[in-house]
């Protein structure tokens, strides 16, 4: 087991209502902690559609996930 | 440069950080706010940034853009907070010594900035309703009542 600390922005903020919340699980990847929170944010998008950084660098969905990290979890962005 | 801020952006002011002797061209976009959306009367629109990583990935598309264009100068501005329609949301400016790699950097520069920055964009709707752009999709609830 794992302790993950996860981030929510925009619209996952408002579906998770917190803005982060520390979690133990059980996570090999990226991908895993957004399964994860899926009930918590519920987003119905596939995570190829949103994005993820690891401690406020960006990351893949495949990249491995260690006891401790911050994973910041970004609904499908729209900036401009 | 890249900067993400609450203040008005002044074109007028960003475009004199730019100024180099060796430059003979610039070009600049300016995102501003609409006032519709896919059929949807605009009112204003709230912007949210996460600033760490949105400057970081900023520097990286500028530097990119460096690489491709070889132009003299490079500057991004996005505000964040609620803006009015007609707001300047977005500035990019580029200073080159001829004007085909300033428009070319310009291009490069905004449409990645919107694909790959964590920036995203609230609509407000005259019917009171309110919605995240892009994220119609994501959840049963995006257009939510405000």
Redesign the interface.
């Known amino acids: 087991m794992k302790t993950i600390t996860v981030r929510y922005f925009a619209l996952f903020r408002e579906q998770a209502g917190v803005d982060e919340e520390t979690l133990t699980l059980e996570a090999k990847t990226a991908a895993d902690v957004f399964e994860f929170t899926k009930p918590k944010h519920g987003s119905a998008e596939p995570s190829g559609h949103c994005k993820v950084a690891i401690n406020d660098v960006m990351a893949d969905w495949s990249t491995p996930v260690e006891d401790g990290d911050t994973v910041l979890l970004f609904p499908p962005v729209a900036g401009g | 440069m890249i900067r993400v801020t609450t203040d008005p952006i002044d074109p007028d002011v960003l475009r004199r950080e730019l100024f180099d002797p060796a430059a003979g061209g610039y070009c600049a976009f300016e995102?501003w706010v609409r006032n519709e959306n896919e059929g949807h009367t605009v009112l204003r629109l709230e912007?949210?940034?996460?600033e760490?990583?949105?400057v970081?990935?900023g520097e990286k598309i500028l530097v990119e853009a460096a690489k491709k264009f070889s132009h003299l100068q490079a500057y991004c501005v996005?505000r964040t907070g609620l803006l009015e329609v007609g707001e300047c949301?977005?500035w990019v400016g580029v200073a080159s010594a001829h004007r085909d790699e300033a428009f070319r950097a310009c291009r490069y520069i905004?449409d990645e900035?919107?694909?790959?920055?964590?920036?995203?964009?609230?609509e407000h709707y005259s019917d009171g309703h309110s919605g995240?752009?892009?994220?119609e999709?994501?959840?049963?609830?995006?257009h939510?009542v405000s």
Do not use: D, F, M, Q
């Open positions: 995102g912007y949210e940034a996460y760490p990583v949105a970081t990935e996005h949301a977005v905004i900035l919107k694909h790959r920055l964590p920036i995203w964009k609230k995240w752009v892009n994220c999709r994501c959840a049963e609830h995006a939510s």
